[in-house]
């Protein structure tokens, strides 16, 4: 999990605010062209990133991964530009990217989730319902696992008739079962008098 | 939309179930095909399965519940990524790009595909539609993201996303024949 029950002053704010904050520094940093300032903010974020006290084994992946893309980058812009232009590029998406993992690693998920059910309640003005949304998210982190086992299952079932490395005759049978869990679900959320539109009074 | 609530969870089910597929795909270890050197993730072929199968909204809706469930944290991108860096980071582009994929295979599918009679020739239709959708319009969002933040000049970026390219179409050629065959089962899908 990319986020965490993190107990530093980070975590303590706002996520509203870290996300807008985030966003303002995204872009300044497209504005800033000296890299000294970009290296500068690159060991500020990195320390900003250690201050909040964050699990290192989470970072570990991310930063692998991140490394070696950028990695790759580094080398091309160096020999199709010049080197401190590369530079300059790799410390800035070093940067953004330790920043988001700071935001990322002192905020809740379900806060996070919170913030972006927020941002998209608008939606209801043009014909939406948030309602909706909110089952949707929860449906799909409930399913997850759920369709993890039909495939292995579709799989074994697929092996036995020596079909297990053909795609369709795993795929077909792994969206037919899926759309049957849907309509079964669906049937589900209608017998139990599942009703996601708001109460006339409450509009 | 239909005002109708019943009609409104169904629709919200199918939007859950895909993303969860489309998630699950992500979790699955790359496979190795025949003769394409790069091992694939499975996870774009939710994602066009997801327009191919569902439509336009409901399958760009998906496709946004996946991504937005991976930047606010959880690792459900291939590999085990997700958090806000992914997004901001090189390859964030490819993350916007399969919603609008998803849209434009879904609107593909609703109004050219699925009006067509014969079979080869909704084969070759349905092949066009994922292709342009799920690789072209995933691409051209991803590559020049990928030119913008990093800097590099954008035939690098295409030329780095070719890596891609055989595994993407093979998923294009897959989500064809799953889509036409699950739709001839399943006809009232889309309506």
Redesign the interface.
Known sequence: ???ANNSSYLARIKPGWKFGA?LVL?IALYLITSWIVLLALFIASAGLLLSARVDPKQLR??LI??TV??G??FV??GI??DWL?AL??VLR?LT??LL??S???T?K?EA??EL?QQVASPIRFV?G?PA?IA???S??????P???KV?VEVREAQHARGLANN??AV??P???R??K???E??EA??ARG????PAPHQR | ?SRN??S???N??????????I??MG??PPIT?GIIPVPITLQT?GVM?AGA?LGPWRGA?SSL??V??A??????LS?????????????GGYLVGWVFGSLVIGLLFKYWVLRRTGNATRLLAGLASVIIGGIGVIYLCGVPWTAA?????FG?SLI?SAAFLPGDLFKAV?TT??AL??HR??RG?MS
């Open positions: 999990m990319i986020s985030l995204s992946l991310p991964s991140i893309i950028l790759i980058v091309l812009l199709q530009t232009n300059r590029s998406l953004m990217c988001a993992y935001v990322s690693l905020t998920f996070m989730l972006f014909g319902n909706q089952l949707a998210f449906m799909t982190i409930r399913f997850i759920e369709l993890k495939y795609p369709l795929t077909v792994l969206v037919i899926s759309l869990i849907a309509e679900t669906a959320l209608d599942y009703d996601s539109d | 939309m609530s019943s409104q969870t169904k919200t089910v199918y939007v859950a179930l895909f993303a969860a597929m998630a699950a979790l699955l095909v072929l399965l199968l809706m519940v996946v937005v469930l930047i606010a944290g959880l690792p459900l590999g085990g990524r997700g958090g806000l860096g992914v997004l901001l980071g090189p390859t933040v990093t800097g590099l000049d690098t780095g897959v024949l799953v065959t699950v089962s399943y899908l």
